[in-house]
């Protein structure tokens, strides 16, 4: 984790979050993320992006909140510009909400509450070194989520360039057309 952390040098849970295999009620994973803070940071999943061409995935809020961090790929004459980004979207989710993320965003969770965040997704196809390459580069998403006065704050990535401002949403504003 410390290579996607605001402050690399920073403290927290031994155990930030697990992945367990869930292929229960249609469901092919389940995920906690422990409550605490790495240094000011909330605790957060490595963060990724899907291949070309993969299927939209599909999360399912089980217990906690959580704010899910979605950053749309950038494509300068159909070729990946991975050091930036179209689109930052922080969507607040907590118990009962799903949420479907389509191929061209990255996505990494972060535990903004006091008790386990535990999310069901639908992610059969299994994960290679090349979906956390990007984010592991530019070492994390294009925001930190840090607690501030009380609540969650995006804190700009620097190695990032040409950062939209990010947009708070909840789970039911985020619901995107069919």
Avoid: C
């Avoid at 990946?80 to 009962?96: H, M, N, P, R, Y």
């Avoid at 990255?106 to 390459?133: C, F, K, Q």
């Amino acid at each position: 984790m410390r290579l996607v952390l605001k402050d690399p040098e920073s403290v927290g849970p031994f155990t930030v979050y697990e992945v367990f295999r869930d292929d229960s009620d249609g469901w092919a994973n389940k995920t906690v993320i422990y409550p605490g803070k790495l240094g000011e940071e909330y605790t957060k999943t490595f963060g990724h992006y899907h291949p070309e061409g993969a299927p939209d995935e599909v999360y399912r809020v089980i217990e906690g909140e959580g704010i899910l961090e979605l950053q749309k790929k950038h494509l300068g004459n159909d070729q990946l510009v991975s050091f930036q980004v179209d689109e930052v979207l922080l969507i607040k989710a907590k118990s009962g909400d799903e949420i479907v993320i389509t191929p061209e965003y990255g996505h990494s969770w972060s535990n903004v509450g006091s008790t386990p965040l535990i999310l069901l997704d639908d992610w059969e196809v299994g994960h290679t070194g090349a979906d956390y390459e990007q984010i592991g580069k530019f070492h994390g998403m294009a925001y930190y989520l840090v607690e501030l006065n009380g609540g969650p704050r995006a804190f700009p990535n620097p190695n990032y360039e040409n950062l939209p401002e990010p947009v708070f949403l909840t789970a039911k504003e985020f619901k995107r057309p069919s």
